[in-house]
């Protein structure tokens, strides 16, 4: 067997390390917008819903309780508009990135198999098809892959890095195009709730799937929308037969969300409040950093939803990356997304508003 370092790209973020101590040298301190981390309080109805089930000591199970299942199904129904959900459309996973990262071989895909993601992407579709030893491709049209041996189709909207949202009738044609082909959908939706400039669409509105979820899973994620990225509280919607095999799977792997923070994730989806209330905190973030980098000389390309802006100064991102580091500001380099990105900078909005301010100032200097 070779060694995980010939199986797996190097980890990106080690690279940043240099530049994140010269950020953090500036004699106001570091202004870190490279990781889309959550920054806010988790909100205290959900905190008060994780301590009140804190008193379980015995199991979980990986499906879930009867509560959770239906607060995904009607989450779904209400927030996503899919119809006909029952519980057997809905799984709970131990955070979205841990599906991503094991779905391929969960479902089987290994040597001869292929993956699809797109070619600026989250770098976990590529790493997820290689611990399946099946072949990673990326895109720039799905519809123009070639479909032999596809075993499954990442799509990404609204999108990590650039923000880009896939319109419902691209959604539709790509949906269509992996049903004539026997290919299965997983649609990351983790950002949906999050759209600036578009209304964000899942592939489970009936728009886009039709009357039937057949060969589509989306993946939806409660880190952004409601603080929740310690909790690892995820889950997944869909294809009854592909999640029922999933389910199978991961009883026997053990791959259960603790109790106390399914209870969590109940209260969470059934308050919008606090949604509306995050959602203002990233709109007034966004505006203010959006403004700053445009008079500093920057490009923001799509960046209409999700947690980013996508930037540019036409010049290789490391260069960015080194400009914006000596004045004590840390953001992504866009190849850590791909090739495609080696010109441009992911500037997250998951700083408090004080840093926030700080590096609008700096960007002015």
Not at 7 to 36: C, E, M, N, Q, Y
Not at 277 to 295: C, D, H, I, S, V
């Amino acid at each position: 067997m070779p060694p995980v370092s010939d199986r797996l790209p190097a980890f990106p973020w080690d690279r940043l390390a240099p530049h994140k101590a010269t950020a953090a040298g500036h004699p106001d301190g570091i202004v870190d917008l490279s990781v889309g981390t959550p920054v806010d309080p988790v909100p205290p109805l959900i905190r008060r819903a994780l301590t009140e089930a804190a008193d379980t000591p015995g199991y979980p199970t990986v499906w879930g309780t009867r509560a959770l299942r239906d607060a995904l199904t009607g989450w779904c129904e209400r927030r996503l508009g899919a119809r006909g959900m029952t519980d057997r459309n809905v799984l709970p996973v131990v955070g979205s990135k841990e599906f991503v990262a094991w779905v391929p071989t969960q479902l089987g895909l290994g040597p001869g198999d292929r993956v699809a993601f797109p070619r600026l992407a989250y770098p976990t579709y590529e790493v997820g098809a290689r611990l399946a030893r099946a072949e990673p491709v990326a895109y720039d049209d799905p519809l123009r892959l070639d479909p032999e041996g596809l075993g499954l189709l990442w799509l990404n909207s609204p999108s990590n890095p650039t923000g880009e949202v896939l319109p419902p009738e691209k959604l539709r044609a790509v949906v269509a195009w992996a049903r004539q082909h026997g290919i299965l959908v997983l649609s990351d939706e983790c950002y949906l709730e999050l759209g600036w400039e578009a209304d964000p669409v899942s592939v489970l509105h009936p728009d886009v799937c039709g009357d039937s979820h057949e060969g589509v899973v989306a993946v939806h994620s409660l880190s952004k929308r409601s603080n929740l990225a310690g909790y690892r509280a995820a889950f997944v919607a869909g294809d009854a037969t592909v999640l029922g095999e999933l389910l199978e799977i991961r009883k026997h792997g053990g791959m259960m969300t603790p109790e106390p923070v399914q209870a969590a994730t109940v209260a969470a989806l059934g308050d919008d409040t606090h949604v509306a209330e995050q959602r203002e905190r990233y709109r007034a973030r966004r505006t203010a950093l959006r403004g700053a980098l445009e008079a500093a000389g920057f490009r923001i390309e799509h960046s209409e939803a999700s947690l980013y802006l996508w930037a540019t100064r036409d010049e290789p991102c490391w260069d960015t990356v080194s400009h914006l580091a000596e004045r004590g500001v840390l953001v992504a380099p866009g190849d850590f997304y791909g090739p495609a990105g080696a010109r441009h900078v992911r500037v997250a909005l998951t700083a408090t508003d004080e840093r926030v301010t700080a590096a609008v100032h700096r960007l002015k200097g």
